[in-house]
């Protein structure tokens, strides 16, 4: 079923989970513009926990929505490492039950840049996966799970950039908490390279690509290729009151286990499809005026 039909009078329900989360909360704020036909079920934990399956049933065969879009996960790399089990619980069992409730519907499900290994960067949707932790193999679980179906969208994006509810959930506010708390000084590396994406373009993105009804991998994000030391340089323009000096460095500097270095995305397939292009970081920045 399509989630915008022809006859106006129907308002399809579309559930978003994670909607307390960064692109959970931009897609449920910008749905009145996107999808505008649609109702949203915003789901929070406060609502009913993803991990109780019979009330995850019980609510969907109450609600009968006509599409789900997962974005509820553990995304903390540390996070996912030091507990494997409840990762798989929450990124892969939870999806999957999701995939199997949505068997006729659409699903969309969010994955990760960090299912390569970044060795090679530019990654197209047909390239090998080749996860570094255990947070990229649930992920990698999971996009298997949800490809099953061939009405299902799994969509790779990477780090957002915007304003959370929390403060703490987009890349942009994780950096500049960071740099008040160091105040002398940061290293940030020059051989590290994501495609960042200013999280309003994900959900445009997103929207469009669940009213044209794709199936499939697509990758949404940026359209440039940026170090983490050039990021924080271009955000360090934007914030006057931060006096943090930036020191250049390598991820061999990092003590901790084996970093994924070029995760950028090749974005040409969903560029092609798009009704607007998806812009590079510093674009982006260059013609916004929210305060990031």
């Not at 009968?64 to 069992?93: G, S, Y």
């Not at 697509?218 to 000096?245: D, F, N």
């Amino acid at each position: 079923m399509a989630i915008l039909p022809g006859d106006s009078s129907i308002e399809p329900l579309v559930w978003v989970t994670g909607a307390n989360g960064l692109i959970g909360n931009y897609l449920v704020q910008t749905a009145p513009r996107f999808a505008p036909r649609c109702r949203i079920r915003a789901l929070r934990r406060a609502d009913f926990d993803l991990l109780d399956f019979a009330a995850v049933r019980r609510e969907f065969a109450k609600d009968q929505p006509q599409a789900i879009i997962h974005c509820a996960a553990i995304t903390n790399v540390a996070d996912a490492q030091k507990n494997p089990e409840l990762a798989k619980r929450v990124n892969v069992e939870v999806t999957k039950l999701l995939a199997e409730l949505a068997a006729e519907i659409q699903l969309v499900f969010f994955s990760t840049d960090l299912v390569f290994d970044g060795r090679q960067g530019n990654y197209q949707e047909t390239d090998p996966v080749h996860p570094l932790h255990v947070y990229g193999e649930t992920k990698v679980a999971a996009e298997h799970v949800v490809l099953q179906n061939l009405r299902h969208l799994v969509v790779r994006t990477t780090i957002n950039a915007g304003i959370s509810a929390s403060g703490t959930r987009a890349f942009n506010e994780q950096l500049r908490r960071s740099f008040k708390q160091t105040g002398d000084g940061m290293k940030l590396f020059t051989d590290e390279f994501r495609s960042p994406i200013p999280v309003e373009e994900t959900a445009r993105a997103v929207w469009e690509l669940l009213r044209q009804q794709r199936s499939g991998i697509y990758h949404v994000a940026g359209a440039e290729r940026l170090s983490r030391w050039q990021i924080g340089q271009m955000l360090l323009h934007r914030w006057p009151e931060i006096t943090t000096k930036i020191e250049s460095g390598v991820a061999a500097d990092f003590p901790g286990p084996p970093r994924a270095l070029d995760t950028s995305l090749n974005v040409s397939k969903v560029q092609n499809i798009l009704s607007a292009p998806l812009p590079g970081f510093s674009e982006w920045l260059a013609r916004t005026n929210i305060c990031v």
